[in-house]
């Protein structure tokens, strides 16, 4: 069974598609399919698959109308920003709609769209003092996005990945001593640990996404293919080390050095048995103070840098 959305302006409604034959409801057009969704119901539709290709092709301009509309708002709410930021009720209002234009293009076949737009949520989330820098970067971010709604198609992975690599970075992202900005991914719980280790990281050069499920976590690997990954021994019902054997398991995330972050081991023993279940090419970060100078040999050994 295939899930799906139906985006109209500011109202979204829920369509599933199945080509099995279960309580089918008749559907001659998207109008009669609209006519119901406005009623707050959901339908269950079976159709070929060149039905399905002319729904979607019925439903893209709508998203891509509604994705604009958003991207104007956001565009005003910039210039407001400008002149005062300690609106939070404007604030709520533009990680809002980023967040709704982030479920929407997911679902439409614009995946590019939506982490740029998961990035832009992270961005924002830096973000104390809103001056010229930061309105300009913001301003990138809805420009990526706005050319990807122009041509109506999904980027390439190549070009996906070097329009995700361009976005600009937090303010307090600092690149000393390296070659380069890290591009870093960290799949974990989003608690004190991951404040205190994200500062760390961003100290050293890394430009930080934020996972907070294995299984976005995996998504955004395979989409960024960041040049570092880090993972938390504790996710959620993957653990770090089988989130650390599935990275390397996936053809496009098993060259991407990765990392598993986890206490300081009080027991040799158990320290010795986490890493022989991991598998090759990922190195152990210990929380604390032990922190820098693990992160540091682990970026040497693994070519990061």
């Not at 559907?27 to 609209?34: D, E, N, Q, V, Y």
């Not at 900005?181 to 974990?188: E, H, K, P, T």
């Not at 682990?298 to 070519?303: N, R, S």
Request: charged letters at 25%.
């Amino acid at each position: 069974m295939l899930y799906g959305f139906l985006w109209v302006p500011r109202k979204p409604y829920r369509i599933v598609f199945s080509r099995a034959p279960v309580a089918l409801v008749p559907m001659a057009s998207l109008s009669r399919a609209l006519s119901e969704f406005r009623k707050g119901r959901t339908m269950v539709v079976h159709m070929s698959a060149a039905d399905e290709e002319e729904i979607f092709a019925e439903m893209l301009p709508l998203f891509v109308d509604d994705a604009k509309d958003k991207i104007t708002r956001l565009e005003e709410l910039i210039d407001i920003f400008s002149v005062k930021f300690d609106r939070s009720d404007l604030l709520m209002e533009f990680m809002r709609t980023i967040h709704s234009l982030k479920g929407s293009s997911g679902s439409m076949g614009f995946p590019t769209i939506s982490v740029i737009c998961h990035k832009l949520e992270g961005y924002m989330a830096k973000t104390t003092i809103f001056d010229r820098r930061v309105a300009d970067d913001v301003q990138v971010y809805l420009a990526r996005i706005s050319d990807i709604l122009d041509v109506r198609k999904n980027p390439r992975d190549t070009e996906s990945q070097g329009i995700l690599r361009s976005l600009p970075s937090p303010i307090d992202v600092i690149v000393v001593g390296t070659k380069k900005l890290i591009q870093a991914l960290f799949i974990g719980p989003k608690n004190i640990q991951f404040t205190i280790i994200e500062a760390e990281l961003r100290a050293c050069g890394c430009n930080v996404t934020l996972a907070t499920t294995s299984f976005l976590g995996i998504e955004l690997a395979v989409r960024m293919r960041p040049d570092l990954i880090m993972v938390s021994n504790v996710i959620d019902a993957v653990s770090g080390i089988e989130m650390a054997a599935i990275l390397k398991t996936i053809q496009r995330t098993r060259a991407i050095a990765v990392m598993l972050v986890k206490s300081d081991f009080d027991d040799p023993g158990k320290a010795e048995e986490i890493r022989r279940a991991l598998p090759p090419r990922v190195e152990i970060v210990r929380k604390g103070k032990r922190f820098q100078e693990d992160f540091a040999a682990a970026l040497v050994k693994l070519k990061v840098l």
